[in-house]
T-cell receptor, first 113, second 113 residues
Framework: KAGVTQTPRYLIKTRGQQVTLSCSPI?????VSWYQQTPGQGLQFLFE???????NKGNFPGRFSGRQFSNSRSEMNVSTLELGDSALYLC????????????FGQGTRLTVV | SQKIEQNSEALNIQEGKTATLTCNYT??????LQWYRQDPGRGPVFLLL?????KEKRKERLKVTFDTTLKQSLFHITASQPADSATYLC????????????FGSGTRLLVRP
């Protein structure tokens, strides 16, 4: 079956703008998580959605938000972009059962200039 | 707070040798631990999951151990190949949810032909 798909792959935005990233999970997966990866901080958990509800949240400012649709597709939004938001944003989907692996997409490389 | 430590220095080994990577964690007793592989510019790929009641898990040339007393996991790649060169990440679930993963910073493995 098809893997996790993230669009776009690359984005360049200007400070102060906002951006929306999209993620289509593996068919049948209802849990979608978002991570930010930077060279300095590594992979950090942003939030997780399950059945259109935010179920878990990391320690990021309110400028970072997300949502999930009824077909499990998810979007994340970053408003008022800062230079420090430049990162690889990764989406992961998971099946049910709790202690299961996360399937990651290729990521969206966001550069803020 | 929960913390994971992986050796930040790259591990450089000769083809055919066994690579051993270490993951240490503190302030936590996770129900399981996962290992992922990440290639540059790509999302992590799940390799193995080991539960707290399992001492060892194997998959082809990969072997993972989990010592809950030492709070340590070892990841071994036997008969290493240049294609095994990548960054290897260990991950634990947050205390409050199985769907929130905390990742180590990763260890870069370089296998020389």
């Amino acid at each position: 079956k098809a893997g996790v798909t993230q669009t776009p792959r690359y984005l360049i935005k200007t400070r102060g703008q906002q951006v929306t990233l999209s993620c289509s999970p593996i068919s049948g997966h209802r849990s979608v998580s978002w991570y930010q990866q930077t060279p300095g901080q590594g992979l950090q958990f942003l939030f997780e959605y399950f059945s259109e509800t935010q179920r878990n949240k990391g320690n990021f400012p309110g400028r970072f938000s997300g949502r999930q649709f009824s077909n499990s597709r998810s979007e994340m939004n970053v408003s008022t972009l800062e230079l420090g938001d430049s990162a690889l944003y990764l989406c992961a989907s998971a099946g049910t059962g709790g202690n299961t692996e996360a399937f990651f997409g290729q990521g969206t490389r966001l550069t803020v200039v | 707070s929960q913390k994971i430590e992986q050796n930040s220095e790259a591990l450089n080994i000769q083809e055919g040798k066994t690579a051993t990577l270490t993951c240490n964690y503190t302030n936590y007793s996770p129900a399981y631990l996962q290992w992922y592989r990440q290639d540059p510019g790509r999302g992590p790929v799940f390799l193995l999951l080991i539960r707290e009641n399992e001492k060892e898990k194997r998959k082809e040339r990969l072997k993972v151990t989990f010592d809950t007393t030492l709070k340590q996991s070892l990841f071994h790649i036997t008969a290493s190949q240049p294609a095994d060169s990548a960054t290897y990440l260990c991950a634990l679930p947050y205390m409050d949810s199985s769907y929130k993963l905390i990742f180590g910073s990763g260890t870069r493995l370089l296998v020389r032909p």
